[in-house]
């Protein structure tokens, strides 16, 4: 009787918490329908490379700039994926002396985003070059394929894929433009034209620079086995070949020691599915075992890591989130998988993978509708994009295409991605 009696004034309490704790004038951050605002800059300020700001809620933002009269091509984030008040950046793109017009993004909970370049801002800040070790990671316009450059903190080159060998000419001029003449490693994700070309090619890139060692995926589980032209090319050049599977870390193999700088690893999340898959044969560059086959690497530096993927499909996504939960499989910055086709990038990768920022290889020209539902998902964990034929964040698949390379730098805290345009 008594419990009874206990109910309907346990009943009365919580109506009378919830009318005193929801009112209506309350706006819920995380509803769109509620929440129409974005966030508003405040507080704002610069001095010797480092800006800091505020806002009037919790907020991701992005510090955007680049020269005075010019197009914004230094997009800064900061390494930590939080909504807060309080945001630090460091500019690492930015050259001493250099005058440059700046703005801040904001996006809230709910998803209002907007540009603040008002009263808040100084018109114009005074640039300064870094001063801390950085990694970067340039992603080279070659079309539809993969070409990706890994700078270490301590200077080391390494290669992820090399394009098609009708791209060639795209990463001879890109690496040799930056004075590059060795290779500490080259990896092959997997051996499909458009990421193997490159490499296979006679006069390509292993015949062009020193290459201290080659890594492939482990050739006992992969579907397609190492193209005869390749191994032609390394045998040619004395390169050793070091195959990798998952587990395998600049811990435990020599060939993924690129840099023994306190704070940076190599990691192989996954590598070699395509030849565990069952289903219909691998009919060539959509073929799933093939592309499964992709070599997924996560390398870190600092608090802040980078996942190339190749072209890895739901198969590996699933494993890998599988083998390493969410934590083992996060990312800041996440380069999407089989150009952006809808066959990666699954709901489960993106949400485990949780990236700031999301970069493609020729996404948006071949396979538009599917691509859209990619991009559609990078924007739902609050990430935004880059995309090789569509430089400009979150470019729509309708606008004119802008081709370039497109640069990820980090001092293991704060995330910049430089943009250098291609007069196609």
Not at 136 to 148: E, K, N, Y
Not at 179 to 192: E, L, M, Q, W
Not at 298 to 309: E, H, L
Not at 383 to 391: E, L
Request: some cysteine.
């Amino acid at each position: 009787m008594g419990r009874a009696r206990l109910f309907p004034i346990a009943f009365a309490a919580l109506a009378m918490l919830c009318v005193c704790g929801c009112s209506d004038s309350e706006v819920n951050p995380y509803d769109p329908q509620q929440d129409q605002e974005p966030p508003v800059v405040t507080s704002f300020t610069y001095s010797g490379g480092e800006a800091q700001w505020s806002t009037d809620e919790e907020a991701l933002c992005v510090l955007e700039y680049g020269p005075v009269g010019g197009d914004y091509e230094n997009y800064v984030y900061e390494s930590t994926k939080y909504f807060s008040t309080y945001h630090r950046v460091e500019l690492l793109g930015a050259e001493d002396g250099e005058e440059y017009k700046v703005r801040v993004r904001s996006r809230d909970r709910a998803g209002n985003e907007a540009y603040e370049a008002s009263a808040q801002l100084p018109a114009t800040i005074v640039g300064r070059t870094a001063r801390n070790q950085t990694m970067s990671l340039s992603m080279i316009d070659v079309g539809w394929g993969l070409a990706v450059v890994i700078t270490t903190p301590d200077g080391s080159r390494a290669l992820i894929d090399a394009g098609a060998d009708y791209h060639l000419p795209d990463v001879l001029e890109f690496v040799q433009g930056e004075g590059i003449g060795y290779f500490d490693a080259a990896v092959v994700t997997h051996y499909h034209g458009d990421h193997v070309g490159g490499f296979a090619e006679e006069g390509g890139v292993l015949d062009v620079f020193g290459v201290g060692g080659f890594v492939a995926p482990d050739f006992t589980t992969a579907y397609i086995p190492m193209w005869g032209s390749l191994e032609e090319r390394l045998l040619a050049n004395g390169i050793p070949v070091t195959y990798v599977q998952q587990g395998h870390s600049s811990d435990n193999t020599p060939a993924l020691d690129w840099d023994g700088t306190p704070g940076f690893r190599v990691e192989v999340l996954g590598a070699a599915y395509g030849g565990l898959i069952g289903g219909p044969e691998d009919t060539g560059q959509e073929g799933m075992k093939g592309n499964n086959d992709s070599i997924v690497l996560r390398i870190t530096w600092g608090g802040v890591s980078y996942v190339v993927t190749g072209d890895a499909e739901y198969f590996a996504e699933y494993d890998i989130v599988d083998t390493y939960g969410r934590q083992g499989s996060r990312a800041d910055l996440l380069q999407i998988g089989h150009h952006g086709n809808d066959d990666a990038s699954s709901e489960l990768w993106l949400e485990n993978v949780s990236p700031r920022i999301a970069l493609i290889s020729n996404a948006m020209i071949e396979a538009q509708l599917q691509k859209e539902v990619v991009t559609q998902g990078i924007r739902a964990v609050d990430a935004d994009y880059f995309v090789t034929d569509r430089i400009y964040p979150n470019t729509p698949r309708n606008v004119t295409p802008t081709y370039g390379n497109i640069i990820a730098v980090t001092d293991g805290e704060t995330i910049e991605i430089v943009l250098e345009p291609d007069p196609w």
